[in-house]
């Protein structure tokens, strides 16, 4: 297993650009199965995560390509309608073919997807949405067995989630955009990964209303055709180098970004002390002494991005006061904290409460990365201790971060990779 060696202390400061978004490009790449031609998709970062999406898609009989950062993908021929474990294990949102294929081809059988380290991740609300369009569902042997009605079509229908979900919202308006008559959805998530989907779909030729919106309403269509499209800015690659700047008295400026996707951030950011600034296409933070501490709750789309806690958490180490971070998506995701303590900093959980008292400095140390974004939570505080430290498992940060070294690097952090 690969590890990191970053030798601090280093001011985080100069310019990276900021790649696709990894969570947009998931369910767009899922969503290739759903024309009976080709569709190019511009702006897919390079990551383990969109590897394994495409190799799963692959597998199926399409027909698909990377050049660069473009993925061109003909799904006239699609041989099969499986995801088989071996890929879906490796990343939960495989789950996302399910709704895709459903929608085209009637059924499909895809590996159930098990926890992970930040909660137990059910998939209920996909399939009971599935259920309500007609769909006969059969969870056998750890994989979800899927059939539309006779006909092979699924049904429009009047469905509530009984939580916003993204993935969840994600599986169901592609299958509803192939449905037979009008599905009306209910607490929808309004993440800006769901509307780049939908916007997708309906270049696709898809009819969708309330994109952006709790409520969409679906009007099915006979068939979906290829267009040409481009993935969002990574909301949450952009906010983790900002965060870097307001750790180290640092100076980041993010571009190929946009600042609209990434409002209750940047909030945050200002009221810990930053200067920030923002263009069409670039975010630029400034930080000048101690961040302020503040109080951060994490909820779905318009408020704080639960996938941002981690490398806020991270600042609000270094803060000067006490501040109370409380996580409501996730029932797991604190298992930074350990590890940020064990570099000096001093936290403590109570339930799903956070309670954050700054330090002047974090210490280097041997760490651990448990998820994603924990992994980056870590790297920013590695870069700001006082000597080397030692980052294992970072295959976690592989899934989601593009040319993470060179990026970092390109900020003044002394990063390198040991291979394993
Ligand atoms: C997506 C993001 C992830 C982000 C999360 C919340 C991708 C690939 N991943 O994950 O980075 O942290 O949104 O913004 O886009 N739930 C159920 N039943 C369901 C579905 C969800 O109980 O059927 C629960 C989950 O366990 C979780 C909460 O609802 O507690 C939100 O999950 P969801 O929005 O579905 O997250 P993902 O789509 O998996």
């Known amino acids: 297993m690969d590890k990191f060696k970053i030798i601090g202390k280093s001011r985080i400061a100069g310019e990276v650009v900021i790649s696709g978004s990894k969570n947009a490009a998931l369910p767009l790449l899922a969503a290739m199965l759903l024309p009976s031609d080709e569709t190019v998709l511009h702006n897919v970062p390079t990551l383990k995560d969109t590897d394994t999406l495409i190799k799963l898609i692959a597998g199926m009989g399409v027909a698909i390509k990377k050049e660069g950062n473009t993925v061109i993908a003909d799904a006239r ?16 949102a495989s789950i996302l073919v399910l709704g895709a294929l459903l929608g085209r081809f009637g059924e499909a059988e895809v590996s159930l997807p098990g926890g992970c380290s930040i909660g137990s991740r059910p998939v209920d609300q996909h399939l009971k949405a599935f259920e309500a369009m007609g769909a006969t569902i059969l969870v056998e042997n750890g994989y979800v067995k899927a059939k539309a009605p006779a006909g092979g079509r699924l049904m429009g229908c009047d469905f509530a989630f009984d939580m916003v979900t993204v993935g969840g919202t994600e ?30 779909l309906v270049a696709m030729g898809a009819k969708i209303d309330g994109i952006g919106t709790p409520t969409m309403i679906i009007e099915g ?3 979906l055709h290829g267009c040409e499209y481009s993935v969002i800015a990574d909301r949450i690659e952009t906010g983790s180098y900002l965060a870097g700047a307001l750790m180290s008295e640092g100076d980041v400026l993010t571009t190929n ?3 609209e996707l990434l409002h209750p951030v940047l909030k945050k950011f200002e009221a810990m002390g930053a200067t920030i600034t923002t263009g069409d296409d670039w975010i630029r933070a400034v930080m000048k002494g101690r961040p302020k501490a503040v109080d951060i709750r994490t909820q779905v789309h318009p408020g704080f991005p639960t996938d941002m806690q981690a490398q806020l958490m991270a600042v609000c ?8 971070i409380i996580e409501n998506i996730f029932e797991n995701r604190f298992m930074h904290v350990p590890e940020l303590n064990r570099m000096g900093a001093n936290i403590r959980i109570d339930g799903h409460t956070a309670i954050v008292t700054g330090v002047e400095s974090f210490m280097p140390a041997p760490v651990m990365a448990t998820d994603l974004r924990a992994s980056m939570s870590l790297v920013m505080a590695a870069a700001c ?3 080397e430290s030692i980052i294992d498992r970072i295959y976690h940060i592989d899934r989601g971060y593009d040319n993470v070294e060179s ?9 390198e990779r040991i291979k394993g």
């Open 257 to 259: 970004t946009s600042a």
């Open 171 to 200: 599986n169901v308006i592609m299958a509803a955009s192939l449905a037979r008559g009008t599905t009306r959805l209910e607490n929808c998530a309004c993440e800006p990964e769901v509307v780049d989907l939908a916007n997708m």
């Open 407 to 415: 990026k970092l690097k390109s900020l003044g952090v002394n990063i």
């Open 77 to 92: 021929h699609v041989a099969n309608y499986y995801a088989p474990y071996e890929l879906v294990r490796t990343m939960r």
């Open 317 to 324: 180490c270094l803060a000067d006061g006490t501040s109370t």
């Open 221 to 223: 269509v006979e068939s």
């Open 385 to 387: 201790a006082d000597g």
